[in-house]
């Protein structure tokens, strides 16, 4: 199984982008796509997960900014980012929940910097 991470880039406070990961393979049933991320000596934390059903999670910082969805068809996962702001800056890193296992992308550098 393979993600393939992309949209990340630099944009100034207020800006928008949007990720997109698409999973490629022999992927098992899909349980849940989402969202890490990972800044400079911080820990890794969820950012948004959508499960197979559609429902959505978002961590507290995020919420009414950070939009996730998927195109089940494509099995790829996008992360619309609205509002940036520097705090946001961070390695994203998408991640796949299967019955075989969880995978994980390389990930893609955001910064938000003026």
């Known amino acids: 199984v393979q993600l393939q991470a992309s949209g990340g880039g630099l944009v100034q406070p207020g800006g928008s982008l949007r990720l997109s990961c698409a999973a490629s393979?022999?992927?098992?049933?899909?349980?849940?796509m989402g969202w890490y991320r990972q800044g400079v000596g911080k820990q890794r934390e969820l950012v948004a997960r959508i499960s197979s059903g559609g429902s959505t999670k978002y961590v507290d910082s995020v919420k009414g900014r950070f939009t996730i969805s998927r195109d089940n068809a494509k099995n790829t996962v996008y992360l619309q980012m609205n509002s940036l702001k520097p705090e946001d800056t961070a390695v994203y890193l998408c991640?796949?929940?299967?019955?075989?296992?969880?995978?994980w992308g390389r990930g893609t550098l955001v910064t938000v910097s003026s």
């Open positions: 393979g022999s992927i098992f049933s899909i349980n849940a």
């Open positions: 991640n796949l929940e299967t019955t075989g296992g969880a995978y």
